[in-house]
């Protein structure tokens, strides 16, 4: 999509246009800070049998009593300020829950997701990350600034796809959104992130495109009281994390969420991804 009025708009969407501009930019400062995900070199998966890892030191378990590193000697770890030596217990981690800890230059990441104990590596001089070309976007338009209507449903858990197979999320579900593009009139099922707040996972004609294939995710405030309106703002769909790295289990866009039209609007495909 490309802006062809090249006349000075109204001051509106001059400032819809700049705050546009300023989360994005921020987004992008964000991937290229250090140890952001596109540092990541590997991802692992714990089990009771012993495991070393390349890109980070120790030897690494989990089981009942949660994920365990032993160290070699002259191995350190900045465990949120601490230096450790030798065994260091994480304990049982939470699910969607992300501990992280110092060694040189680089960070080591423990986590879990979709039930699975996981550690992850980020060395900020990984290739993907010191050769980020940046995300290309549509042109913000505010004709993808929607709103809907939300059908709020008892909370309930849904399996989500991830986008490494050996995962498989489970996120609860406030309820749906239905809203028209156009005259078409669909329905999607929201992920819950606390009270007030969702995502959107979607797919769209222009999934594969030019943009992403697997998915994208729109940020959703939900309503209060009994006002049901909520805002659809496309013009902030943005990128998972598995679209730039083959490192991040990213939850897929459910089924009922692929949107049978083209969503011009917000990140396209990264241009690591394109060359």
């Not at 992280?100 to 900020?124: Q, T, Y």
């Not at 609860?172 to 156009?182: H, L, N, Q």
């Amino acid at each position: 999509m490309t802006i062809t009025d090249t006349s000075t708009p109204p001051a509106p969407a001059l400032d819809f246009v700049r705050e546009w501009q300023q989360w994005h930019d921020a987004i992008e400062a964000q991937r290229r800070t250090p140890h952001s995900f596109l540092a990541y070199t590997s991802f692992n998966l714990l089990s009771e049998e012993p495991q070393r890892f390349d890109d980070v030191p120790g030897t690494w378990t989990t089981g009942p009593e949660g994920v365990i590193v032993q160290l070699d000697a002259g191995q350190v770890l900045d465990v949120d300020g601490v230096a450790v030596r030798g065994v260091h217990q994480w304990g049982v981690i939470d699910e969607r829950t992300f501990h992280r800890a110092r060694f040189e230059d680089a960070v080591v990441e423990v986590s879990k997701r979709g039930g699975r104990d996981i550690v992850r590596p980020l060395h900020p001089e990984h290739g993907l990350r010191t050769e980020y070309a940046g995300t290309p976007t549509f042109a913000p338009d505010e004709r993808w600034v929607i709103e809907g209507v939300f059908e709020p449903e008892p909370l309930r858990d849904i399996d989500i796809a991830a986008a490494i197979p050996s995962i498989e999320h489970v996120h609860a579900t406030p309820g749906r959104v239905r809203f028209s593009v156009d005259g078409v009139e669909s329905t999607v099922t929201l992920i819950g992130q606390g009270p007030d707040a969702a995502v959107l996972l979607f797919r769209d004609s222009t999934s594969g495109v030019t943009t992403y294939g697997a998915s994208r995710t729109l940020a959703v405030t939900l309503p209060r009281g009994d006002d049901r309106r909520v805002i659809l703002d496309f013009t902030r769909a943005r990128n998972l994390q598995c679209a730039y790295t083959d490192y991040s289990p990213c939850p897929l866009a459910p089924v009922e969420n692929w949107l049978p039209f083209a969503v011009e609007a917000g990140e396209k495909t990264p241009l690591a991804r394109t060359s």
